[in-house]
């Protein structure tokens, strides 16, 4: 059988902690007992995803499963693009054996029974590509994009708590809270005349509703539209904050005299010096310059 003919399981053995490796036989036997055809490679070092998936897509691969976390799905993202922008579609489905999925999340909260439920039935369905623009290169990414709080703790999190578990987590959140920054990111949407200098605690730019497995923070996001659903949550206090923590989970933070949405085509970012990002759970210290959309650039197995 010819590779297009084939999913590959792009395998991160070291995903939640060496779980995925526990559970990945059982699981791709599981999908082949159901009549998937299948070729499997495994990573071994961050950012190898994205080298096995371009290189499968110039040998004529066009059917992907990220078997791991967000993270593994970022990479093989990132290596089908801008490879696959103007060619062949690419079909990306997901088995999130490692700390989960936010993206499946606006499918089903069902994680890995879902997905493979999903695949099994070959359902899928067109899902927009997001592209940033930054100083030093371009990324793609089908989740989201964060800066100011979110981003910080993330940050914090990852540089000096990455082996606590969920007391890091809980540790960055309260550093990040004595800290509490609220600053400018300088940017403009879809062509209008003033940038937006205002400061804020958070800003997001989203392709679909979930983070952190089951934060709502962009509730009108479609993966489809065409759009960048854009969230905004201005200068609320520490107090604040804590009050309004629970309205991140069910998306009514978007209700806050303080936060805003809108649905956007661009953005041009005006920033001074890279900052650091959150994007797809991946932290990265970028100078983000602008934001767009391949609009259905992928195919989802959902």
């Known amino acids: 059988m010819s590779p297009a003919g084939k999913f590959l399981a792009v395998v991160n053995p070291a995903a939640g902690g060496g ?11 599981r999908l082949r007992s159901g009549g998937i055809k ?11 995803a ?3 998936a371009r290189d499968a897509y110039v040998r004529g691969y066009r059917r992907f499963i990220a078997v791991g976390g967000d993270g593994t799905s970022y990479e093989i993202v ?5 490879e696959a922008q103007n060619a062949d579609r690419p079909t990306l489905a997901f088995l999130p054996l490692g700390t989960g999925n936010s993206f499946l999340r606006d499918f089903s909260d069902r994680g890995v029974e ?6 099994l039935a070959r359902r899928s369905q067109p899902c927009d590509v997001l592209r940033l623009t930054h100083k030093d290169g371009v990324l793609h990414y089908i989740n989201l994009l964060s800066m100011g709080f979110a981003a910080d703790v993330a940050t914090m999190r990852a540089r000096r708590f990455s082996g606590w578990g969920e007391l ?16 400018p990111f300088p940017l403009r949407v879809d062509g209008e005349e003033q940038i937006d200098r205002r400061p804020c605690l958070f800003l997001t730019f989203n392709n679909s509703k979930f983070t952190g497995g089951t934060m709502m923070i962009a509730p009108k996001a479609e993966v489809n539209d065409g759009l960048i659903e854009y969230v905004r949550w201005g200068p609320i206090g520490r107090v604040g904050l804590i009050r309004n923590l629970p309205t991140l989970y069910d998306g009514t933070h978007i209700s806050h005299p303080l936060a805003e949405r809108r649905a956007a085509k661009r953005i041009d970012f005006h920033l001074d010096a890279p900052v650091d990002v959150m994007i797809d759970g991946e932290v990265l210290t970028l100078q983000c310059q602008t934001l767009d959309v391949l609009p259905s650039a992928l195919n989802v197995v959902v």
Not at 41 to 46: K, Q
Not at 114 to 119: G, K, N, Q, R, V
């Open 50 to 52: 994205a080298e096995l």
């Open 78 to 82: 990132n290596g089908l693009f801008p």
């Open 19 to 29: 779980r995925c490796r526990k559970l990945v036989g059982p699981a791709l036997d």
């Open 38 to 48: 299948l070729d499997v490679v495994e990573t071994t070092a961050p950012g190898q």
């Open 168 to 183: 890091g987590y809980q540790s960055s959140i309260f550093i990040c809270l004595a800290r509490f920054r609220r600053r």
């Open 114 to 119: 879902y997905a493979m439920e999903a695949l």
